[in-house]
């Protein structure tokens, strides 16, 4: 006897067919939307280190060499990554995407993430293996096995490179390159999964104290302006999910004016414009909660992860070829 409502049901006989098409759809990967053209895109090039957790590993480079670094990252090629300091962020470009993708299907202005690493390409299959974990839409790698990445940024179309080597990031800066080294807060705060937040410093990151001088974050502060403003154009400036904050130490009185003017001139409408005149800064940034916090000084950088933010730092300007540290030489796998 068959079950009430089967029997002459109207295809009831394809229905085993398709319980078994939905079964097999669940165990393959859901189709990813295609990368846009570098051309287009804003790019953002991350380092391995910045985006997860190697200490362990790095630790065992130190030590033991590369070839048990090797070894031991084969060995453990299954277990994915831990998310690292630019994690949070990188999911917020991804969610800003998706809503650019459904009001603009056919524009590639979109943010496209390239992780870009020194590690050896026999590493490569840890790093592919914990970014599918994780459902990052990462399409694009850049391994060079030893050797400096920096190199290949601007065949990327970098906009912006994220590393945890200081050394890099000067020689980024140097070629022109926005670039920042970013650090993990001393503790764990809560991020919107849906805003990207991205909060920044006046001097030097974005006007230089030699001269005047631009600093290296405008190419990539009107990327977002121009972003911004798409969202705008659809009626969406309160629902926009890309927001940005001015954190200054100088006061209202004798900067405000200057630097909104000259970041509106740059395309980029600032949501908030926060002028501490001295007082410091983590609080604020404790209460914006950003995904980034970009600044020229240690000093505040520092103080931003004690308060549990995501800090980079953008060694630029004159103060800093008088303060630049002898760092130490970092090992050719960190990044």
């Given at each position: ?41 804003i790019?953002?090039a ?25 070894k ?95 050394e ?62 798409k ?12 927001r ?50 970009f ?21 630029y ?14 090992p050719?796998?960190?990044?």
């Open positions: 006897m068959e079950p009430p409502g089967t029997a002459g049901a109207p295809g009831a006989a394809g229905r085993p067919w398709d319980e078994a098409k939905a079964f097999y759809d669940n165990l393959t990967p859901k189709k990813k939307p295609k990368s846009p053209k570098p051309e287009n895109a790019t953002i991350v380092s391995s280190r910045a985006l997860f957790r190697m200490e362990e590993e790095q630790k065992i480079y130190n030590e033991q060499g590369v070839e048990a670094y090797v031991y990252q084969l060995d453990h090629e299954n277990e994915p990554f831990l998310p690292g300091a630019a994690f949070p962020f990188v999911k917020a470009l991804e969610a800003v995407n998706m809503q650019l993708r459904e009001l603009y299907p056919d524009s590639e202005e979109l943010f496209d993430i390239v992780l870009m690493t020194n590690n050896h390409a026999q590493v490569g299959v840890r790093l592919i293996n914990s970014i599918n974990h994780y459902d990052l839409f990462i399409e694009r790698f850049c391994m060079t096995g030893g050797n400096s990445p920096i190199g290949y940024l601007k065949a990327y179309h970098t906009n912006l490179y994220l590393s945890s080597d200081a890099k990031v000067s020689g980024a800066i140097e070629e022109g390159i926005a670039a920042a080294t970013i650090f993990s807060p001393s503790k764990d705060l809560e991020v919107s999964e849906k805003q990207l937040r991205v909060a920044f410093d006046g001097d030097a990151v974005l006007f230089s104290d030699e001269s005047e001088q631009i600093g290296p974050l405008k190419g990539f502060l009107e990327a977002l302006g121009k972003l911004q403003k969202f705008y154009s659809k009626g969406l400036r309160m629902e926009c999910p890309i940005t904050y001015l954190v200054t130490a100088r006061s209202a009185a004798s900067s405000g004016a200057r630097a909104l003017k000259t970041l509106r001139s740059w395309g980029l409408e600032t949501d908030e414009a926060l002028f501490l005149a001295g007082a410091p800064k983590g609080p604020l940034l404790k209460k914006i909660r950003p995904h980034i916090f600044d020229d000084q240690m000093f505040h950088v520092e103080g931003a992860k004690e308060m549990g933010t995501v800090a980079a730092h953008v060694p300007g004159v103060a800093q070829k008088h303060r630049r540290p002898l760092q130490e030489k970092q050719q796998n960190s990044k």
